[in-house]
């Protein structure tokens, strides 16, 4: 008996299989597998196709909102230049005299306080004037220069104002001026129709607000299109 020189707490048996038959491979053999068209190789895995990306839509806010804007502010363009002629002419027509006379007579009048009556002279050169208005019952009349020049342009004539008319109250005065080649004429003054020129001025402010509100919607239709635009497409779930 022979005796082990390596004891150990357990032997372990360890049998081989025994020698192949001549011609026989050696080791286990297995069943052939499935033949593939590429060579007996096996096929790539497949990790499914992903699902199409949804259609993209036009990209929001629509230019639209431009066009509207721009089509908004030419017509307050209009609406607000066209406005303010009208108005100004109106006012214009409406301080300018109404009745005119020649240097060395005397017309009828009817003056009103409320509507700031006022004596207007067009020559074609310098020249002296004098003035002079009465009543039916010798009222107080006074006749103010201006502090500042005031013209008004009437056709081929430009009038100039001569005396601001103070009269008691209304009635029919008489109007008398003396000025060599000077014609006069009885209007009002620019400030009686000030609420007229002040609308006028107010509808140029239309267009100026129409411009502002269309710059506003160009950047903000711009900025919120390219934000929308460099956004990833989403995909159907």
Not at 32 to 57: E, L, M
Not at 184 to 202: D, Q, R, V
Request: with cysteine.
């Amino acid at each position: 008996m022979t005796e082990n020189p390596n004891p150990g707490p357990a032997d372990a048996t360890v049998r081989l299989p025994h020698p192949p038959a001549p011609g026989e491979p050696y080791g286990a053999s297995y069943p052939p597998g499935p033949a593939y068209a590429s060579g007996g190789q096996y096929p790539p895995p497949s990790y499914g196709t992903p699902p199409p990306p949804r259609a993209a839509g036009p990209v929001r806010p629509r230019l639209l909102w431009v066009f509207l804007a721009w089509a908004l502010f030419v017509v307050l363009l209009i609406v607000g230049v066209g406005g303010f002629a009208g108005g100004l002419f109106s006012t214009i027509s409406d301080v300018a005299p109404a009745k005119t006379f020649a240097g060395g007579q005397a017309v009828s009048a009817r003056l009103d306080p409320k509507d700031k009556p006022a004596i207007y002279a067009a020559a074609d050169q310098p020249t002296n004037v004098s003035c002079e208005v009465r009543g039916d019952q010798d009222e107080k009349v006074t006749l103010t220069q201006p502090k500042t020049s005031q013209t008004v342009a009437i056709g081929d004539r430009k009038w100039e104002l001569l005396f601001t008319v103070g009269v008691p109250s209304a009635g029919t005065y008489q109007v008398s001026c003396d000025g060599e080649g000077v014609t006069f004429g009885i209007g009002k003054e620019l400030t009686a129709s000030g609420g007229k020129l002040g609308g006028a001025i107010a509808l140029l402010a239309l267009p100026f607000l129409g411009f502002l509100a269309a710059v506003i919607v160009t950047i903000v239709v711009l900025v919120r299109r390219s934000a929308n635009r460099r956004r990833p497409p989403t995909h159907s779930p």
